[in-house]
């Protein structure tokens, strides 16, 4: 007896059918709910927040490729605290590219700069003590910088299409959960990303301020009982290899330290003696240091650690005018 052949492979084309028109549908469906929300976000004012990472890359591009460029390194007090509109005003002819990280120290972003033999501008790196506990080695950088080396890889292609989607449609970054009560207050949307990266920052007010003020003062002392178990008072010899790097493909280095108030200067003096002999190492062996305590001007802190907005407008432009007359721009 022939077997029906013909009876299976209809039913076969038809399961195939039904399964491809099954996914058009469904596609045709996500298609259109991502549309709805993301018209809903516009029409709330949510316009897409942009990408720090890949605003980061593409200012750590230019740092090699622009002559002109001087890279700005450090943590979030950088980031904060130097305005490269204002520094830039006061330094014409140069372009003042941050590259601050919030949360880490200079050194990965120095050890990256050092590293690479694109790179042949000038750097301002922010110095503190506490960045001088380590480590001196990084097989994982920072997020941004990671990001800032494209690889070929699952994860690194998964995050980079994540960024692609962040920077052109709203639904990507926002959830009705955590914006409810903002809407419902009647508060304008979370300010965007900048291109340029500086975040001005926002005095969170007085409850948070102490609350914060605490927390830093906390850090502040366990990194003094660090430094003073480990008798760091003098420049590692990793960063003057990374330094001297720099230096030999025609660049420079120069340090700033940037300002802290309120109970947090106190705190800071807890390790002044290992501060200022890391200071004077660091110049005696020919850096420029830019140190906010010689300063004449105040600089405003609202919760110890960060300058308010106007201060940092203040701050970069007398950094720049103080560099320019050590002439670092040269």
């Known amino acids: 007896m022939t077997p029906h052949t013909s009876v299976e492979d209809d039913g076969a084309m038809t399961r195939s059918e039904g399964l491809r028109t099954l996914a058009w549908k469904a596609a045709v469906f996500l298609l259109a709910a991502l549309g709805c929300t993301e018209l809903l976000w516009r029409g709330l004012g949510y316009a897409p927040p942009g990408s720090q990472l890949v605003y980061f890359a593409a200012l750590r591009k230019e740092a090699d490729e622009n002559p002109k460029a001087v890279a700005m390194i450090g943590s979030s007090r950088v980031r904060w605290g130097l305005d490269p509109v204002a520094i830039g005003r006061a ?27 694109n790179f042949k501008g000038l750097v301002i790196c922010e110095f503190h003590t506490s960045h001088f506990l380590g480590p001196y080695t990084y097989p994982k950088l920072p997020n941004a910088l ?25 639904f990507f970054s926002y959830t009705l959960v955590r914006e409810i009560p903002r809407l419902l207050q009647h ?4 300010a965007k990303e900048r291109p340029d990266r500086y975040y001005p920052f926002k005095d969170p007010g007085p409850e948070h301020n102490r609350h914060l003020e605490y927390v830093y003062q906390l850090w502040m002392g366990d990194s003094a009982a660090q430094l003073a178990r480990s008798g760091a008072w003098q420049t590692p010899p990793e960063m003057l290899g990374w330094l001297a790097k720099i230096r030999q493909r025609g660049g420079d ?3 700033v330290r940037m300002p802290v108030g309120g109970a947090l200067r106190e705190q800071e003096k807890k390790f002044d003696a290992e501060t200022q002999s890391l200071i ?7 850096n420029i240091l830019i140190d906010y305590s010689e300063q004449p001007e105040q600089f405003h802190c609202p919760e110890g650690l960060h300058l308010d ?15 320019a007359a050590k002439g670092f721009f040269r």
Request: no cysteine; proline share 9%; aromatic share 12%.
């Open 187 to 190: 508060e304008p949307p979370p």
């Open 309 to 323: 907005a106007a201060s940092a407008e203040k701050f970069s432009r007398t950094l720049g005018q103080q560099l």
């Open 91 to 117: 330094v014409p002819g140069r372009k003042f590219l941050q590259l601050g990280i919030a949360g880490f120290t200079s050194m990965p972003a120095l050890y990256d700069l050092a590293g690479d033999p």
């Open 253 to 255: 280095v120069a340090f």
């Open 280 to 286: 004077h190492d660091l110049r005696a062996r020919g």
């Open 146 to 170: 990671a990001y800032s080396h494209p690889e070929f890889s699952g994860a690194y292609i998964e995050q980079w299409l994540g960024e692609q989607v962040r920077m052109r449609f709203s």
